[in-house]
């Protein structure tokens, strides 16, 4: 079946600038993940969503960060004023349901590259 | 505060030799412990799941284990092969986010 697929897979654009970065889980899965990875890091949780809620963004760095999942399937990662330091490789990730304590597998999607120039 | 680390952070070796990448974690209330593979400009390919009740897991030449007395996981890769060249990234299981290590960045060549 389909893997978790995001969009665009590159994104170039100007400081200051609104962009939107989408994520596509696997059919099914209830809990959905952003994550964010600078150069020669590892990737950073930024939010998580079970259904449509977001259970925990305690990782997005600030209030330019937004994320929504109004139907419980797809997600979009938006980010107002962009600043150069929002560049990264964004990486979303889906399972098939989250609970505290117990961990089912998550599946990564090939990420959006933000460039901020 | 940085909960995961890795060691090393970068390994060039021979093909054929036999590798042990390390990863440690401060937190030793550790649910489960991932490893994951990253070829350049992709996405993370899950390796291997230990969960916290397990010691180790095994998938062909890849063997990690876990002891959470020590904080500790470590991934075998046997027989290295010039294909197995990525970046190595381990991750815990926090409650409910992976809180993944900076990755060991390995090189194998012929």
């Known amino acids: 079946g389909a893997g978790v697929s995001q969009t665009p897979s590159n994104k170039v654009t100007e400081k200051g600038k609104y962009v939107e970065l989408r994520c596509d889980p696997i059919?099914?899965?209830?809990?959905l993940y952003w994550y964010r990875q600078s150069l020669g890091q590892g990737p950073e949780f930024l939010i998580y969503f079970q259904g449509t809620g977001a259970a925990d963004d305690s990782g997005l760095p600030n209030d330019r960060f937004f994320a929504v999942r109004p139907e419980g399937s797809v997600s979009t990662l938006k980010i107002q004023r962009t600043e150069r330091g929002d560049s990264a490789v964004y990486l979303c990730?889906?399972?098939?349901?989250?609970?505290?304590?117990?961990?089912?597998?998550?599946?990564f999607g090939p990420g959006t590259r933000l460039t901020v120039l | 505060k940085q909960e995961v680390t890795q060691i090393p952070a970068a390994l060039s070796v021979p093909e054929g030799e036999n590798l042990v990448l390390n990863c440690s974690f401060t937190?030793?209330?550790?649910?489960?412990l991932q490893w994951f593979r990253q070829d350049p400009g992709k996405g993370l390919t899950s390796l291997l799941l230990i969960q916290s009740s397990q010691r180790e897991q095994t998938s062909g030449r890849l063997n990690a284990s876990l002891d959470k007395s020590s904080g500790r996981s470590t991934l075998y890769i046997a027989a290295s092969q010039p294909g197995d060249s990525a970046t190595y990234l381990c991750?815990?299981?926090?409650?409910?986010?992976?809180?993944f290590g900076t990755g060991t960045r390995l090189q194998v060549f012929p």
């Open positions: 991750a815990k299981w926090g409650t409910d986010k992976l809180i």
């Open positions: 059919s099914g899965h209830t809990a």
């Open positions: 990730a889906s399972s098939v349901s989250s609970g505290s304590g117990s961990y089912n597998e998550q599946f």
């Open positions: 937190d030793s209330a550790i649910y489960n």
